[in-house]
């Protein structure tokens, strides 16, 4: 299980940035993907989870309507489009891969996902 996090840059409030997620070594209907934030000084926090189904989930109230997750079984890859972006989405963003099964509620923790990718930094000026 390989993933390979890509896409984040400095970008100023407001503007947009498309994360991806390049896995390998398994194919999306078969785990779970994950992006998850972590700040200076935080702990790491679920932002977005698609499931096996292909069902998604935004465990994060603030970036809900701004954040969204998608992928691509052909190219093997999920991203993350982040648009209207903010100071506070300022952090290293990983992408995670879990074999899960598909259910609703408690999903998209941290403490689930056991492959990570090696993040990649997303810097949001005001």
């Known amino acids: 299980v390989q993933l390979q996090a890509s896409g984040g840059g400095l970008v100023q409030a407001g503007g947009s940035l498309r994360l991806s997620c390049a896995v390998s070594?398994?194919?999306?209907?078969?785990?779970?993907i994950g992006w998850f934030r972590q700040a200076p000084g935080k702990e790491r926090e679920g932002v977005s989870c698609?499931?096996?189904?292909?069902?998604?989930?935004y465990p994060l109230d603030s970036v809900k309507g701004r954040f969204t997750i998608s992928r691509d079984n052909v190219k093997n890859t999920v991203y993350l489009q982040m648009t209207n972006l903010k100071p506070e989405d300022t952090a290293v963003y990983y992408c995670?891969?879990?074999?899960?099964?598909?259910?609703?509620?408690?999903?998209?923790?941290?403490?689930?996902?056991?492959?990570w990718g090696q993040g990649t930094q997303v810097t949001v000026s005001s």
């Open positions: 698609i499931r096996r189904s292909g069902g998604s989930t």
């Open positions: 995670g891969a879990e074999r899960l099964p598909d259910y609703s509620g408690g999903y998209c923790l941290t403490r689930d996902f056991g492959s």
């Open positions: 070594g398994f194919t999306l209907d078969r785990y779970a």
